[in-house]
């Protein structure tokens, strides 16, 4: 089992920053990828990014070049750095992981991230 918990919503004005985190804990050895996930009202959840245990990355094409995430594995979290805010990155953010050798899934709870034009 692993839990996540992320954390760093809110409501920003275009063009602003968030760092969102997520908090992951359980059985941390077994996870291989963390990544992020949106799902915006009326739109299916779309990756956002992705980090592997062994450090390789990968976005969205919306979010290339804006987004950038990052793992501590010292601490146990996943971070994502949003950087030129749009209003139409307005949606809740989810934390994922994905277990070693296997197609299971853990997401978190979900935080809201609203960009006001």
């Known amino acids: 089992q692993v839990q996540l918990v992320e954390s760093g919503g809110g409501l920003v004005q275009a063009g602003g920053s968030l760092r969102l985190s997520c908090a992951v804990s359980?059985?941390?050895?077994?996870?291989?990828?963390l990544g992020w996930y949106r799902q915006a009202p009326g739109k299916q959840r779309e990756l956002v990014a992705i980090v592997t245990s062994g450090g390789t990355t990968n976005y969205g094409d919306s979010v290339k070049g804006r987004f950038t995430i990052s793992r501590d594995n010292a601490k146990n979290t996943v971070y994502l750095q949003i950087n030129s805010l749009k209003p139409e990155d307005t949606a809740v953010y989810y934390c994922?992981?994905?277990?070693?050798?296997?197609?299971?899934?853990?997401w978190g709870q979900g935080t809201q991230v609203t960009v006001s034009s």
């Open positions: 994922n992981a994905v277990i070693r050798y296997s197609q299971v899934n853990y």
């Open positions: 359980g059985s941390i050895s077994s996870v291989n990828a």
